[in-house]
């Protein structure tokens, strides 16, 4: 019987290791564009090995929590699978958010059943009233950070989707009192209170019931002061948030993939709000208690004068004698789904000999990699996309810097305008090239909510309209000729 329960151990030890691995290596992989479609089949792969033994080897046995199982197994596909059909790309982040929600209030739920759920024996092996083993404050502790950071995980992450969403219950401006800085303070407190009573005296379960409530005003708390804007950058770091919480459930049950799986998503959250924060020059801790980000209102003394607008036909022929093109994709780009017409664009011109390259802004777009997936989408070759560095060195070589649906990553005033909001964000220097012609469909301002001062730019000229029908107006005019 020994040898057999070992055995059966053994083998779960080694699937949780091989999706471990899996995870790691797909999480390597999701690194490179080239790679990047590939390491995530290898990374589902990893989920299902791990789904798979948890479901066959971990239940206990009992069939009525096999059943149980495959009823929230068959509840999440289904949602799961409506999500991916139904979302469109542009709408990621506050998808993402939303279950970066759902993950926080799994972690807190199996913080809290899991005590109550302790039998006897279990529960005297805890709190040492088994000779020969101590008291496990590990356990104790890890209960009340799961129920913690899950909880405010999950409400943060509904405010954050609220905002991203346009819901009228979220504004998207930053909602702060006077009160709201003490009154944070105050329940992180309480919270670290209550947690610390429950680890010095297991058996008063009743701390999880407010525990919970004060996490779940936490993250309220935290996430309304935000403003819209920033929430990317907010969802993100819950990312990191709903990691940790799922690492601290994998140790109240003892599940090492949970922990190893739970740091993976903590550590990578926190590496992406790290790179999102100094793309866009900000502090984490200006995003999160800076109050900037809601409607921005345009600053006495913004960019004056007139703008200049062309019609398809003066671009397509300054594109054929620009000898070197840099297309700079943005936000417009991706809501226009105008990736194939922009790549068909490119293949006329390359065929005409000029060069195509495109200028990549980390946070063009809702999402950190959000061009580079549409861009490979279209089959775009890696080779020409260049980061915001590479591209800022070739612009003044550049003919024509052709802005597609792009606007705040554009903007000089962030080189110099200490009023702006995006004053210190790195921008892409396309006011350098010989031209720059910006494809959009007015003058109206983008994430930000600043006006752009490079549209009032002597090299500068307006093709207005939507960005896909401009790209295939282009490709129409240069098939035409
Ligand atoms: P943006 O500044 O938001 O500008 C997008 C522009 O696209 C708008 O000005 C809009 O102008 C135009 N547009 C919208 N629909 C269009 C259509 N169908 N056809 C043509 N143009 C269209 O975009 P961005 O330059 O990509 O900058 C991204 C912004 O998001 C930055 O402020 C960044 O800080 C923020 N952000 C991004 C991330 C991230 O991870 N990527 C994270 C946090 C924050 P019209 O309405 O006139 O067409």
Redesign the pocket.
């Known amino acids: 019987m020994l040898t057999l329960a070992l055995q059966r151990a053994d083998w779960i030890n080694l699937a949780y290791l091989t999706a471990a691995v899996c995870f790691i290596v797909g999480l390597k992989m999701l690194g490179k564009v080239k790679t990047a479609a590939r390491g995530n089949a290898v990374s589902a792969l990893g989920m299902l090995i791990a789904a798979v033994t948890t479901f066959f080897f971990m239940t206990g046995g009992t069939t009525v929590s096999l059943i149980w199982i495959a009823i929230a197994l068959l509840i999440g596909t289904a949602v799961g699978l409506w999500f991916a059909l139904k979302v469109p790309m542009t709408n990621m982040p506050q998808m993402v958010g939303l279950l970066n929600g759902f993950g926080g209030i799994a972690s807190m739920l199996v913080g809290i059943g899991d005590y109550a759920n302790k039998d006897g024996l279990e529960w005297a092996t805890l709190v040492g009233e088994v000779p020969g083993l101590p008291y496990q404050a590990n356990y104790f502790l890890a209960t009340a950070l799961t129920v913690l950071v899950g909880g405010v995980t999950f409400t943060g992450s509904l405010v954050a989707f609220g905002k991203l969403e346009g819901l009228k219950i979220t504004p998207s401006r930053p909602v702060q009192f006077s009160w709201s800085k003490p009154a944070i303070a105050g329940l992180l407190v309480l919270c670290l209170v209550l947690g610390g009573l429950l680890i010095a005296k297991p058996a008063w379960g009743w701390t999880l019931a407010p525990l919970a409530v004060f996490a779940l005003a936490l993250g309220i708390l935290l996430v309304i002061g935000i403003g819209g804007?920033?929430m990317?950058?907010v969802i993100s770091l819950l990312n990191s948030y709903s990691g940790i919480a799922a690492s601290m459930a994998g140790f109240v049950l003892r599940n090492e993939l949970l922990i190893i799986t739970g740091a993976l998503v903590g550590a990578s959250g926190i590496i992406l709000t790290k790179i999102?924060c100094k793309a866009?020059n900000r502090s984490l801790m200006n995003v999160l208690f800076g109050g900037v980000g809601g409607v921005v209102a345009q600053a006495a003394g913004g960019p004056k004068g007139t703008h200049r607008t062309v019609t398809p036909e003066d671009v397509a022929i300054q594109l054929e004698a620009a000898g070197l093109v840099i297309v700079v994709p943005?936000?417009?780009?991706a809501?226009?789904q105008?990736q194939h017409a922009v790549a068909e664009l490119a293949r006329l011109l390359e065929a005409r000999g000029i060069t195509m390259k495109y200028a990549i802004?980390p946070?063009?777009?809702?999402?950190?990699g959000?061009m580079n997936v549409l861009l490979a989408e279209a089959n775009v070759p890696y080779e020409s996309m260049l980061d915001l560095e590479q591209a800022n060195a070739e612009f003044e070589q550049a003919g024509v810097a052709l802005v597609?649906?792009?606007?705040?990553?554009?903007n000089p005033a962030a080189r110099h305008d200490k009023a702006s909001p995006?004053y210190g964000?790195p921008i892409l220097d396309v006011d350098k090239a010989r031209s720059v012609v910006v494809?959009?469909?007015?003058?109206?301002?983008?994430?930000?909510g600043v006006e752009n001062e490079l549209y009032y730019l002597p090299n500068c000229a307006m093709l207005f309209?939507?960005?896909?029908a401009m790209a295939q107006a282009l490709v129409t005019e240069l098939k035409s000729e």
């Open positions: 804007a920033d990317p950058v999102m866009m943005g936000y417009g780009m809501v226009a105008a802004h946070v063009a777009g809702r999402m950190p959000h597609i649906g792009a606007n705040d990553v554009t995006i964000m494809i959009k469909r007015s003058m109206n301002t983008g994430f930000a309209g939507d960005a896909k």
